[in-house]
């Protein structure tokens, strides 16, 4: 009983050290942004976050930007991605996994990182961008290479591994990753990549309430496009 307290003293403590340490010394720039909330022990490096952004525990990104109030769970790791708007990213997610080369002799990283003794300096490869749209849900165990690029509105499903490009409001799932179906038909999509909401202001979002809280379809959009 009192080592299980003493355990769970000294893990509050950990937490507690960690949020001082990410307020001291935050490993990413904010650009003046509002709201951002960076949980324990996350690892942040070359990394902008925009206006109330959310980083939740156990997670690394680095070379990153984070569009405006999207949401990154636990244990995720993102590197050299470029992330829009309102997206929903899942827990252990990886954004910008870089393949294996299986055409070499070996698969093992020997002569790229000194570690294993056969070269004095690591080597590291350019990244590739990895490029999410606007308010894209990605669910939990997806896996999402380098140079993919995903377009708005976009599903991907959990522990998806995502190796081309997804259309705009296009659901994957698999592995790899294959069309499942769109979210609406084509004549709604093409409106809504028009409407760009997520460049709306807050009060703009407020106002049109209306158009977040109903299935979104034709009769909807008519009926709002003629009343503003």
């Not at 020997?110 to 990605?138: A, H």
Request: charge should be neutral.
């Amino acid at each position: 009983m009192m080592f299980s307290k003493l355990k769970k003293t000294m893990l509050n403590m950990r937490k507690l050290f960690s949020k001082i340490y990410t307020k001291l010394f935050p490993q990413y720039k904010r650009k003046g942004a509002i709201g951002v909330s960076v949980s324990y022990e996350v690892d942040l490096a070359e990394t902008v976050l925009e206006d109330y952004v959310t980083v939740a525990h156990h997670s690394q990104i680095f070379k990153s930007q984070i569009g405006k109030r999207t949401s990154v769970g636990r244990y995720n790791k993102i590197r050299s991605a470029r992330i829009g708007r309102y997206c929903s990213i899942s827990w252990d997610v990886t954004i910008g996994a870089v393949p294996h080369d299986y055409q070499y002799l070996t698969t093992s990283a020997l002569f790229t990182r000194k570690q294993y003794g056969f070269i004095d300096d690591d080597i590291f490869s350019d990244d590739e961008l990895t490029v999410i749209g606007n308010d894209v849900w990605v669910g939990c165990g997806a896996i999402i290479l380098s140079g993919v690029t995903i377009g708005d509105g976009a599903v991907i499903g959990a522990g998806a591994v995502v190796t081309k490009n997804v259309d705009p409001y296009e659901i994957v799932a698999g592995v790899p990753a294959k069309h499942i179906a769109y979210r609406f038909d084509e004549e709604i999509i093409e409106r809504l990549q028009k409407l760009q909401w997520y460049e709306w202001s807050d009060e703009q979002i407020k106002e049109r309430q209306i158009l977040f809280t109903n299935h979104v379809d034709k009769n909807l959009l008519d009926n709002w496009e003629g009343n503003k």
